[in-house]
């Protein structure tokens, strides 16, 4: 399906943004990377936007090392939070719409049941927070797409990383105490395609569907891949060593509400995606 807007999206090189493109294939798209434009720099912002004049501007860019942006607060604070901004101020220059993808860790967790949309916030890390205020930099006709545990066959991602480390044989230990709903880049650039056409406003959680700890999921990749699972150890968070610097949600599992209410259907279970991807992966 091609698009009837022009689009341009933010961090080319990040593994959503390169699923994204590949969706948006045949569309009037701009791609720019981190090199060829810096959200932080609200200067380069208004210039791309001006130069473009996209009708909407997909915003995937982010410091996304959770545990790092913990060391480096100002840069988190400059890309998560500041770069949103300047993509509205350009996009309000240009007439464009902004689309945000956004995260499971502006909320804290604690629930015990999947967190819906219009659920209460409240991060525990600067990651969360500074994604959290990316959102609240957007305006009520902008669209906000919350996802989590995302992986795909781009960069880098615990998908690739258990992958590897199954293939050596080496010993691994997951948490078996933070659960979620693994999803996919492509399933997710999909859905995020038919939200834009959609001209959809408002916060949307966009993941696949199945709940698993990180345990669980390496468990179904290696079984899926004929291993033997006694290479995989479950873990508490608080075992994990070194201890990582950022909290992160014990229960991330993120209800698709608004999409149903719109009669979207969300990504498919994250089984039935998860064998094509091992195939390209294992090849
Ligand atoms: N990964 C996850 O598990 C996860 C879960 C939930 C939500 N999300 C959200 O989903 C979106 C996409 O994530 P992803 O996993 O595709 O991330 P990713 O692979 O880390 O890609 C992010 C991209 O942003 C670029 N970038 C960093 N700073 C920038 C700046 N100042 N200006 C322009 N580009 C910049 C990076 O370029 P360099 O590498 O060259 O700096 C990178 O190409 C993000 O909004 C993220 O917060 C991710």
Same mark, same amino acid.
């Given at each position: 399906?091609?698009?009837?807007?022009?689009?341009?999206?933010?961090?080319?090189?990040?593994?959503?943004?390169?699923?994204?493109?590949? *969706?948006?294939?045949?569309?009037?798209?701009?791609?720019?990377?981190?090199?060829?434009?810096?959200? &932080?720099? &609200?200067?380069?912002?208004?210039?791309?936007?001006?130069?473009?004049?996209?009708?909407?501007?997909?915003?995937?860019?982010?410091?996304?090392?959770?545990?790092?942006?913990?060391?480096?607060?100002?840069?988190? +604070?400059? *890309?998560?939070?500041?770069?949103?901004?300047?993509?509205?101020?350009?996009?309000?220059?240009?007439?464009?719409?902004?689309?945000?993808? &956004?995260?499971?860790?502006?909320?804290?967790?604690?629930?015990?049941? @999947?967190?819906?949309?219009?659920?209460?916030?409240?991060?525990?890390?600067?990651?969360?927070?500074?994604?959290?205020?990316?959102?609240?930099?957007?305006?009520?006709?902008?669209?906000?797409?919350?996802?989590? !545990?995302?992986?795909?066959?781009?960069?880098?991602?615990?998908?690739?990383?258990?992958?590897?480390?199954?293939?050596?044989?080496?010993?691994? &230990?997951?948490?078996?105490?933070?659960?979620?709903?693994?999803?996919?880049?492509?399933?997710?650039?999909?859905?995020?395609?038919?939200?834009?056409?959609?001209?959809?406003?408002?916060?949307?959680?966009?993941?696949? +569907?199945?709940? *698993?700890? !990180?345990? +669980?999921?390496?468990?179904?990749?290696?079984?899926?891949?004929?291993? @033997?699972?006694?290479?995989?150890?479950?873990?508490?968070?608080?075992?994990?060593?070194?201890?990582?610097?950022?909290?992160?949600?014990?229960?991330?599992?993120?209800?698709?509400?608004?999409?149903?209410?719109?009669?979207?259907?969300?990504?498919?279970?994250?089984?039935?995606?998860? @064998?094509?991807?091992?195939?390209?992966?294992?090849?």
């Amino acid at each position: 399906m091609t698009s009837e807007y022009k689009i341009l999206i933010t961090g080319g090189n990040g593994q959503l943004s390169i699923d994204l493109a590949q *969706v948006f294939e045949g569309t009037d798209l701009v791609v720019l990377s981190h090199e060829a434009l810096d959200i &932080s720099q &609200s200067h380069q912002v208004e210039e791309a936007l001006q130069h473009y004049k996209p009708e909407v501007v997909i915003n995937a860019a982010a410091l996304t090392d959770v545990d790092g942006c913990e060391h480096n607060v100002e840069q988190a +604070q400059l *890309v998560n939070a500041q770069g949103p901004k300047n993509l509205v101020r350009g996009a309000q220059l240009v007439g464009a719409r902004v689309v945000q993808i &956004s995260t499971d860790y502006v909320f804290d967790g604690a629930l015990d049941r @999947p967190y819906v949309e219009c659920d209460q916030t409240n991060p525990q890390s600067i990651y969360g927070l500074t994604k959290l205020a990316g959102e609240q930099a957007m305006r009520n006709s902008d669209l906000i797409v919350r996802t989590s !545990w995302l992986c795909g066959l781009h960069g880098s991602n615990i998908l690739k990383t258990i992958v590897q480390l199954a293939q050596t044989g080496k010993p691994m &230990s997951f948490v078996d105490d933070q659960i979620g709903h693994p999803s996919f880049t492509h399933d997710v650039a999909t859905t995020i395609q038919q939200l834009v056409e959609l001209e959809a406003q408002g916060i949307f959680h966009v993941t696949n +569907q199945g709940s *698993v700890s !990180w345990y +669980q999921f390496a468990k179904t990749i290696l079984s899926l891949m004929g291993r @033997p699972s006694d290479q995989l150890t479950a873990i508490t968070s608080e075992q994990l060593q070194p201890p990582r610097p950022a909290l992160r949600p014990a229960n991330s599992v993120l209800d698709n509400r608004a999409l149903r209410t719109l009669g979207l259907e969300s990504p498919p279970d994250f089984r039935i995606t998860l @064998p094509k991807l091992l195939e390209v992966l294992c090849e």
